[in-house]
């Protein structure tokens, strides 16, 4: 295992972790690039050439993926903390999704071939999500308790940042941009296909200062099907004993509900701003690029807040400006109103999920750790598509997209209500640990 808490020390460690941090820049561009703004368009309109169609085979492409993320990822934390280390497995699925984002860009315009894209698509998920577990369990051995709030905020301020830089390499450099030097042909969609490769060589290459200077935890000398059977008992034995993790439990369903809430707000915003406020398309992107740099903004600022108060009193106060800003959202009926709360919510974004991390870094035990960030991904992935389905029930049945939207407050204070019952970290400590 890791020793010592390499923030506080020398220059070595220091790099360790900010490599670390890096490695959501580099990750952060599969999401944004990939799954929000070009490929899932690409694909509707594209390849299979019709919005309702495309649209709903990518909403069952990006579901079924996330099923079998939340499945797995208790699965693989429990036996990597068997096996002891976690490097191995952040770098094989880090490969697996920059394959398969290469790989897309062999899906051509037109070629409705909807299983080749979706089995790369849904590889891709599959490894950018199960990476993130591996990664996140590193944190807790890199920071000190006392660091851990804004080494968590650092690095989802990056992935923010990352992800947007990306996002305009790929629109001004291939999209819009003169790519007569690389002889792409854009009658054939060439110059979009490319931002696939983009993202493949840009998750690779900013992902290596994490493969070769953050350490690792010492190997446990258990061979793989053996780590397969004991991590698999571990988390049976844990089920068993899951009073005895009551209060991370607890939490772990708080985190279920207000993610969803934040997830649907990110679903449904760009339809929101079209249908109720009439943005055209390069109007939503500008709004979505806007709120990933003040959700950018607002995980570096509340990094020390973090550290300050503790990730549980960070969550709630990120929830209470969640929730004015998404009410006032949904009252007001100006363009510029709407902006301007939008993005005081994306303040709000970044906190919420750097604080809920740092929160269980501080409060996982240390035999299972992985296994706890599998679980906290399982928690992000098991229910995501309640919240998406309430809104459209919701706005079907009233004929409004205001009621339909008003639905994502419920997410959020029922979680802000969990998290009142929820003790501080150190608490948590000494009675589950």
């Keep these: 295992m890791a020793s010592g808490h390499p923030d506080t020390s020398t220059d070595e460690n220091r790099r360790a972790l900010w490599s670390w941090a890096l490695y959501d820049w580099a990750n952060s561009a599969f999401f944004t690039i990939i799954l929000t703004f070009i490929f899932a368009r690409y694909f509707s309109e594209s390849v299979i050439q019709d919005k309702v169609t495309g649209t709903e085979a990518w909403g069952n492409i990006v579901g079924l993926s996330g099923l079998a993320v939340a499945i797995l990822a ?8 068997q096996n002891g280390r976690r490097k191995p497995w952040l770098i094989a699925f880090t490969l697996l999704c920059v394959v398969a984002t290469a790989m897309l860009w062999f899906v051509a315009p037109g070629s ?35 660091r851990v709030g804004r080494w968590s905020g650092w690095s989802w301020g990056l992935g923010y940042v990352g992800g947007v830089t990306c996002l305009v390499v790929a629109l001004f450099g291939f999209i819009e941009g003169d790519t007569s030097w690389l002889g792409l042909d854009r009658d054939n969609l060439e110059h979009v296909r490319a931002t696939f490769v983009l993202v493949a060589i840009w998750y690779l290459v900013f992902s290596l200062p994490a493969f070769f200077l953050i350490p690792d935890r010492h190997s446990s000398g258990l061979p793989l099907v053996p780590a397969v059977r004991a991590g698999l008992a571990q988390l049976a034995d844990s089920i068993r004993q899951v009073r005895k993790y009551r209060i991370i439990v607890r939490f772990l369903i708080a985190r279920m509900l207000y993610t969803d809430g934040l997830a649907t707000i990110f679903t449904f915003g760009g339809v929101y701003a079209a249908g109720t406020f009439g943005m055209n398309q390069t109007q939503v992107l500008q709004f979505a690029i806007a709120l990933n740099i003040t959700s950018g903004l607002g995980a570096f600022a509340f990094s020390w807040v973090d550290d300050a108060i503790g990730g549980r009193n960070t969550v709630l106060l990120s929830l209470v400006g969640l929730t004015c800003s998404a009410l006032a ?18 303040i709000f974004v970044g906190p919420l999920q750097s604080a809920s991390r740092s929160y269980m870094a501080r409060v996982a035990p240390p035999h299972l750790q992985t296994q706890m960030f599998g679980l906290f991904a399982f928690s992000g992935k098991a229910t995501a ?14 004929g409004s997209q205001r009621w339909g939207m008003s639905t994502i407050l419920a997410f959020l204070l029922v979680g802000f209500v969990l998290m009142l019952t929820i003790p501080p970290a150190k608490e948590v400590a000494h009675s589950e640990r």
């Excluded at 959202?329 to 994306?346: A, E, K, S, Y």
């Design 74 to 81: 208790p699965i693989l934390g429990a036996i990597a903390d």
């Design 385 to 398: 598509f309640m919240g998406p389905l309430l809104v459209g029930w919701v706005t079907a049945v009233s």
């Design 329 to 346: 959202i949904l009252v007001v009926t100006d363009p510029l109103w709407f902006w301007v709360f939008g993005m005081t919510l994306g």
């Design 112 to 146: 409705g071939d909807l299983w080749f894209a979706a089995f790369w698509v849904s590889l891709g998920i599959l490894g950018a999500e199960c990476a993130f577990i591996f990664y996140n369990a590193m944190l807790p051995d890199l920071a000190s308790p006392e």
